[in-house]
């Protein structure tokens, strides 16, 4: 047994599958499969912000590294 494990990671789990279904292809991608620019326009850049710039400046940056024209954030980045 590992050392560097924590307690919940020691415990043997049982999968349950309720049932199996397949997903229509009309209704997405599996995550695995997206392009680079869907996850870009759709995804979460999670950014530790130093002190300093304030979030709007953060936001900004992050527009024009991506090349994006919306960015937002969600909470108080202070």
Known sequence: MNKNLLPFETVKRKILVKKEA??????GCRPKERKT???INYGVVNINKCQGPTSH????YVQKILGITKSGHSGTLE
Request: proline share 0%; net charge negative; aromatic share 0%.
């Open 57 to 60: 400046q953060i936001s900004d």
């Open 22 to 27: 397949e997903t229509d292809d009309k209704l």
């Open 37 to 39: 620019e869907e996850i």
